[in-house]
């Protein structure tokens, strides 16, 4: 049986000429009006012109085959890249998996935490490209990593890491903000998970270092009318400098990999927004390519793999095999 890991992504523009066409992408085909257009521009321009987010995530699809290979258990376990927003798109990585060959094949976002809303809309993506070909692989949705061993290991590394950026007497009083991508507030009323996913990754990393010191915090929310999950961090920031704290350390357990959202919202707006407080604040280094990390990646892809399907994956491969009989 031929396998293979969908690796699944955000996407990003590939540079200033991009950057419309992307953000109307994302909005459902309403392009951003002139002022969202240049202040965009503008933030990206602020980052170097361009997000590595897309860079960085064809690398870790590259290494984590370059890993799988290493410890396949049978066959060539191939990793394909399917991005949400920009080329190659999750519906053309379908394509070429089935002109490939694949039979059966994990789906994995490279977000930890499931919401409906984000991870659920990329296994939802998938699984309709897949039942619209004439013979549909198996998919093996991973939806939720938010407490994986490892990852728990890879995040307590990166917080004990950055606790050396501050100096011993700011390290006595030093709170952990654990922070994700806001998402609407309606959520919580449709008893969402994501919330608890976010809190749950936070709580491990601070049983493993023996943490009391920590607290949760959203960012980067959407401009939309409705309103989104708070407290934001540039409020959780403020609301922390009221109490009398003067260091945190940001631990972004949301994102995987460096982008606007982290080399933006958080090294440059919220670090603005600390300067002004005067609070020292630093977070955690991103995962990015990190060969740890791709351990995390490669332990969860194995495990999904070979565990044995579920009664509905069986039912789809059935109906599959009948249509190629």
Request: charged share 25%.
């Amino acid at each position: 049986m031929t396998r293979a890991v969908l690796l699944m992504a955000y996407g990003s523009p590939q540079g200033p000429d991009d950057v419309e066409r992307y953000y109307t992408h994302i909005r459902h085909g309403r392009p951003p009006s002139d002022a969202e257009l240049q202040d965009l521009l503008q933030r990206y321009e602020a980052i170097g012109g361009v997000s590595p987010l897309s860079a960085i995530t064809a690398r870790q699809a590259l290494a984590l085959e370059r890993r799988l290979t290493t410890v396949r258990t049978e066959g060539d376990l191939r990793v394909y890249l399917g991005l949400k927003h920009s080329a190659p798109f999750i519906g053309d990585a379908i394509r070429q998996m089935a002109e490939d060959g694949v039979a059966e094949a994990v789906a994995l976002v490279l977000a930890p935490h499931y919401s409906r809303m984000s991870v659920g809309s990329y296994l939802s993506e998938a699984e309709q490209a897949n039942q619209s070909l004439g013979s549909p692989m198996v998919l093996k949705p991973v939806k939720s990593w938010a407490r994986h061993p490892r990852l728990i290991e890879l995040l307590s590394q990166r917080v004990t890491e950055a606790f050396g950026l501050f100096t011993a007497q700011e390290r006595e009083a030093l709170p952990v903000i654990f922070t994700a991508h806001s998402l609407p507030q309606r959520i919580l009323s449709e008893r969402d998970p994501y919330p608890e996913e976010l809190r749950a990754t936070g709580e491990l990393v601070a049983q493993r270092l023996s943490l009391t010191n920590y607290t949760f915090s959203w960012q980067s929310a959407g401009r939309t009318r409705e309103p989104w999950m708070t407290p934001d961090i540039l409020e959780k920031l403020s609301a922390m400098a009221d109490s009398g704290d003067r260091q945190a350390l940001i631990c972004p357990a949301g994102f995987v990999s460096d982008h606007l959202e982290v080399l933006y919202d958080l090294d440059i707006q919220a670090q603005q927004h600390a300067r002004q407080l005067g609070m020292h604040i630093e977070r955690t280094r991103s995962f990015n390519d990190d060969p740890a990390f791709i351990e995390v990646l490669a332990s969860i892809a194995i495990d999904a793999l070979y565990t044995p399907p579920r009664p509905e994956e069986r039912a789809a491969s059935r109906r599959g095999d009948e249509r190629r009989g």
